[in-house]
């Protein structure tokens, strides 16, 4: 089966940058997506890595290395409206499912 | 083009009830997957459908659980006798192609609907 571990918890500062780092284990391996979930509201997708290096989409970027098995979002310019929380989430080639499995999360909270 | 639609948003039932939550994909997607979330937890797999078929039930408990999704109308998971450990937010998501003959792994989530068991 799979597992992802990420931090439960990070705080910053508005304005900062931070780092959110997932670690994974499956069989197999499709790519690392990330999602934001604000609370009550729907996770929605922000980036996938599918290949080693660094995807960059406006303040946001995230970094694959498969021969660690880790990746990390990188959030910029740190907003207020960035509290939330951020879930890794992989498929596994050999997942007969075809679905992601996800992390626990890591909730963000930005302070002022 | 209208997101992935899911409705109650919030439904509460009593013990021993039974729990009907629906979903309507993105248009143009054919696949639907379930997934719970228990408050400050992660999203757990439940079960990934496609028009008439069950895929993947591998997440959902043995009993009391069951999903469908008909040729026509919405995606359908069905909880009966609900039981206090039922309570979370449901959240369906549509794809538009199988996962595995996809370049990515982009599944888009509705707003899910939050089940409370008094």
């Given amino acids: 089966g799979q597992s992802l571990e990420q931090p439960s918890e990070v705080t910053a500062v508005e304005g900062a940058i931070v780092q959110i780092n997932c670690t994974y284990q499956t069989s197999g391996f499709y790519g690392l997506s990330w999602y934001q979930q604000h609370d009550g509201g729907a996770p929605t997708f922000l980036s996938y890595n599918a290949l080693d290096g660094l995807e960059e989409t406006g303040r946001f970027s995230s970094f694959l290395s498969r021969s660690d098995s880790y990746g990390y979002l990188l959030l910029q310019e740190l907003q207020m409206k960035d509290s939330a929380s951020y879930f890794c989430a992989v498929r596994d080639r050999d997942n007969a499912g075809n679905m992601l499995t996800f992390g626990g999360g890591t909730r963000l909270m930005v302070k002022p | ?118």
């Avoid at chain 2, 999203?43 to 008909?70: C, H, T, W």
């Avoid at chain 2, 069905?78 to 794809?95: K, L, N, P, T």
């Fill in chain 2, 1 to 118: 083009n209208a997101g992935v639609m899911q409705n109650p948003r919030h439904l509460v039932r009593r013990r021993g009830q039974e729990a009907r939550l629906r979903c309507s994909p993105m248009k143009g997607h054919s696949h639907v997957y379930w997934y719970r979330q228990l408050p400050e937890e992660g999203l757990k797999f439940m079960v990934y459908l496609q028009k008439e078929n069950i895929i993947d039930e591998s997440g959902m408990p043995k009993e009391r659980f069951s999903a469908e999704f008909p040729k026509e109308g919405p995606s359908i998971l069905r909880i009966q006798q609900v039981v206090r450990g039922d309570s979370a937010a449901y959240f369906c998501a549509s794809s538009p192609v199988n996962l595995r003959a996809s370049s990515g792994n982009t599944i888009y989530f509705g707003e899910g609907s939050w089940l409370t068991v008094v």
